[in-house]
């Protein structure tokens, strides 16, 4: 009676069987499998059958997830390397240009001009014929597709050449742009070729869970590649990519990320630009006494300021992409000229860090490698100046200024990259904007390090023991402050000791950046985000800093009440003027307009055919075949044109499982007129119709013979229809006298396809639980529900607009915050009481069908009173 399993049931199946050959006296023999045995002939007959038994075991591996995640790691790597080798050999050819007319300074200016507009122009120019989803970043589309939406185009072959080649010529002008965000959409392409590539040898690569699963990896391998950080490149990509990130994807990240970073070094090693793997930006600072604790007041105050300035460039940024759309004046030239605006950009920015220009107060003619190299210098360049024995003299050279100091430099470089990087960024170019952040967060950095070695030259005095203050630290603080302010993320603290090879300024980093982010939260949302919300991408935004007082918001509060709903004793007039007044996706399937018990959903492409299909050509000409057949016992009947029409459905409408099943039952699932029907009330009628929607039919597959007669009656139509298309002569006012007597007709749901649970909510539900489903299940609609009944809905525009707080969108119900929380007093109202009896009684009086019966023909329900 408590027995348990002692042995796996696939182990006993096959010991049995041996048993049951010994006892049977057969020897089990092996054979080859009948594929094989075209190879067994011929001399090399073993080495063949090796070879496709490896060939065989190799594909069978390749399905496997390590394979896929090296080759993803590898590809990006090459990438990565290549990309930085071209963006180098233009940057070295601009440097060679500007050099080379060192005795014309127009000539210098007309090349220093000259040559970025150029790849800008032409990087645009490439990017909107080839593929213009691969303009801006990237990250904003992958948050969006992590979620489950798709997006047309963006993970294509065509997109990432794109991305790829416009990258390359973006960055290699020499404009303030990132490569970060759009690595974060390369590895993703990448990730989405690979899948279907690898698709031929297995179809586990076509699983859309699977898919997502590699293109959460791959987002972090576009930011490990990037700056060889994997441990920062997984947890930055988690950030700013999903709202909630499953564990068994945590190992995929790493892997992947660390693979390639480690072949991305390899390759600076192997092209002998580095003696061996070291990080990008390696830091001197001292590790015995790194900074002191009366320092960590200037840390937080990097951290605050960071945070606001974060903020300002947030909004900057989407104030000049809202001016440019707003002035249709200006829009509508730029669309005629999509080259002009890049180009104009270029020039200006070009124009103004000119090195003998403007460009020598802000150290112009450094690249923003060289910029990163320069402020991580842990030489003290206010006190000492410039020291002769730093090996990067003449890089340094450019922060020098005969007729200013240091202060008026990076104040003055600080202040034009900040409003120039969030101009460059809204050129139409694959670019990204977390390296200029990145650089200017270093100079904000730099500057405060400066000051605090100028207030305190022989340093803080701590117990008889003198510490100079090294500024560079200031700058490693400054960088990750503003980066995590900018992006909404606390990551860039690791990738910061990943960049520079040193973690002594772990914690001041963490107090900057948990500050930065902090301020910059309750201030703006992310870059990221508020890019989403300009090109109004459905996207839910988070519950952050600031929305306390959401907690106490239901779902009652903000849920649409007047929706349209389709009832399941309802007539096709009626389909027809729902389809006219709303625009839902998906429509919820009610008992009737009294109960309104809600039964499922159903798609609008369904209602359509059903609608279509009733109103269709081929009906209206079995109806007039009808008319002139002769009165005898061959005439069709309504119930077999319906099936026969079900049979050629449109591309809308699926297939029907019971449309293979014998003619006999299924002609009998569906009375022809009242007067087959057997007699019965509403109830029944709503029970049997309940029945043939959702319960399964248990009968076998068709005969070969049912089969047969299946193609028979077929072809018997498609010969009638094409007899008949030759006979139309109805006039257009019999036309539609004729469809007007077809929408009076009830709805058959039977050839619909109809989902019988759908995401459901109830009236209580908080705004934060709401938010939770949303973003877990990546819904965008729920119906909700009282007791069973449609009460009203919520999509992702209320519960986006309930989070921002403007709750006064026409069709939602205003309540004030703590309205809800005041009416829980009471558990149950009376009136839901009297509700729930009543329902109880009608159920328990009138059972629904369990069900389906095996002929499909009881009707010996007992009518069910109302």
């Known amino acids: 009676m408590y027995g348990r399993y002692t042995q796996d049931l696939g182990t006993f199946a096959k010991d049995e069987a041996a048993r049951l050959r010994l006892q049977e006296g057969d020897t089990p023999r092996p054979r080859r499998p009948s594929e094989l045995l075209e190879y067994t002939q011929g001399r090399c007959a073993p080495c063949r059958v090796c070879a496709l038994q490896c060939q065989r075991f ?74 213009p989803q691969a303009v801006g970043s990237g990250i904003p589309e992958m948050k969006t597709i992590l979620r489950g939406i798709v997006l047309k185009e963006y993970l294509t072959l065509k997109t990432f050449v794109a991305k790829v080649i416009g990258l390359t010529c973006a960055l290699g002008s020499g404009m303030p742009l990132g490569k970060e965000g759009p690595f974060v959409h390369i590895a993703s392409m990448c990730a989405a070729l690979l899948s279907r590539f690898l698709s ?13 699963e590699m293109l959460a990896a791959a987002c972090a391998v576009g930011v490990g590649c ?48 580095e003696e061996t793997i070291t990080a990008l930006f390696k830091t001197r600072f001292r590790l015995d006494f790194p900074f002191d604790l009366q320092e960590l007041p200037a840390f937080a105050v990097i951290g605050i300021a960071s945070g606001f300035g974060g903020a300002l460039f947030v909004y900057l940024n989407r104030k000049i992409v809202q001016f440019m759309r707003r002035q249709k004046t200006i829009n509508r030239f730029l669309m005629k000229k999509r080259l002009l605006f890049p180009a104009l950009v270029t020039l200006i920015i070009s124009t103004l860090t000119f090195p003998p220009g403007f460009g020598q107060f802000m150290a112009g003619q450094l690249t923003q490698k060289d910029t990163l ?84 030259p022989d340093g803080i005095h701590t117990d008889s023991n003198t510490y100079r203050i090294v500024p560079g630290g200031y ?50 949302p992310s870059l990221y985000d508020s890019i989403i919300r300009i090109k109004k991408l459905p996207y839910l935004p988070e519950l952050g800093w600031g929305h306390h007082e959401k907690y106490n918001v239901r779902v009652e509060d903000i849920m649409v009440r007047d929706i349209r709903y389709v009832t399941l004793n309802c007539r096709y007039r009626d389909l027809q003027q729902v389809l006219h007044s709303t625009k839902m996706k998906n429509l919820p399937l009610v008992e009737s307009a009294e109960s309104m018990i809600l039964l499922g959903s159903i798609e609008r492409a369904q209602v359509g055919a059903l609608l279509s299909n009733q109103l269709s050509p081929q009906r209206r000409l ?20 319906r099936f026969q029409i079900s049979t050629e459905a449109s591309s809308g409408t699926p297939a029907r499982p019971a449309l293979r099943k014998p003619l006999k039952p299924a002609l009998k699932r569906v009375p022809s007129s009242p007067a087959d029907s057997p007699p019965a009330g509403a109830a029944d009628h709503t029970g049997i119709a309940l029945k043939s929607l959702f319960c399964a039919n248990s009968a076998a597959e068709p005969t070969e013979a049912q089969g047969t007669a299946y193609h028979k009656a077929k072809r018997v139509r498609i010969s009638i229809v094409e007899e008949m298309i030759l006979g139309d002569k109805m006039t257009p006012a019999e036309i539609l006298e004729w469809e007007e007597q077809q929408l009076d007709q ?98 328990q009086h009138h059972p629904m069908p369990r069900e389906a019966s095996p002929g499909g023909d009881d009707d010996d329900d007992t009518p069910k009173g109302q």
Not at 622 to 641: A, C, F, M, Y
């Open 373 to 456: 190299v320069t402020l991580f210098d842990n030489q003290t360049w206010a006190k000492q100046g410039l020291s002769d024995e730093f090996e990067y003299l003449g890089i340094l050279e450019a922060w020098r200024h005969p007729r200013s100091n240091v202060f008026v430099t990076l104040v003055v470089f600080i202040l034009m990259k900040f409003w120039m990087s969030a101009l460059a960024t809204t050129i139409p170019v694959p670019c990204g904007a977390f390296m200029p952040v990145f650089v200017i967060g270093a100079a904000f950095g730099r500057l405060v390090g400066e000051s605090m070695a100028a207030w305190f």
């Open 475 to 524: 700058a490693v603080v400054g960088a990750a402050a503003l980066s995590g302010a900018v992006t909404h993320t606390v990551s860039t603290a690791v990738i910061v000791f990943e960049l520079t090879g040193q973690i002594s300024h772990i914690l001041p980093v963490m107090i900057a950046v948990i500050l930065a982010n902090a301020v910059a939260q309750s201030l703006q």
């Open 622 to 641: 079995l109806t007039l075949r009808q008319k002139v057949l002769p009165e005898d016992g061959h005439r069709l009947s309504d119930s077999s044109i």
């Open 58 to 131: 190799l594909i069978s591996k390749v399905g496997e997830d390590w394979v896929f995640l090296i080759l993803l790691g590898l590809v990006m790597a090459l990438v990565s390397w290549a990309m930085d080798f071209a963006i180098a050999t233009c940057l070295q050819a601009q440097k060679w240009m500007y050099g080379g007319l060192d005795t014309n300074v127009l000539l210098q200016y007309m090349a220093w001009v000259t040559y970025p507009t150029v790849l800008i122009t032409f990087s645009a120019g490439f990017t909107q014929i080839l593929a």
């Open 226 to 273: 990037c700056f060889a950080a994997p441990i920062g490149g997984v947890l930055f990509s988690i950030e700013v990519t999903s709202t909630f990130f499953a564990v068994r994807n945590y190992w995929r990240g790493f892997f992947a990320a660390t693979f390639s970073a480690f072949i991305f070094r390899v390759l600076a090693v192997w092209n002998k630009d």
């Open 746 to 843: 009830l709805v058959d749901f039977s050839s619909a396809k109809i989902d019988p649970a759908p995401f459901q909510l109830v009236e209580h539900t908080s705004l934060h639980k709401t938010h939770t489903i949303f973003s877990l299940l990546g819904l965008d609609h729920a119906f909700v529900t009282s007791i069973g009944r449609l009460v009203g809905m919520v999509s992702l525009k209320e519960l986006r607009k309930a989070i921002e707080g403007s709750l006064t969108a026409k069709g939602v119900k205003v309540r004030p915050p703590l309205a809800s929380f005041r009416d829980s007093t009471a558990s149950t109202s009376d009136a839901d009481t009297t509700a729930l009896r009543q329902l109880w009684d009608r159920h």
């Open 200 to 212: 031929l040898f297995g179809g586990f690569y076509e699983n859309e869970a699977r898919n997502i």
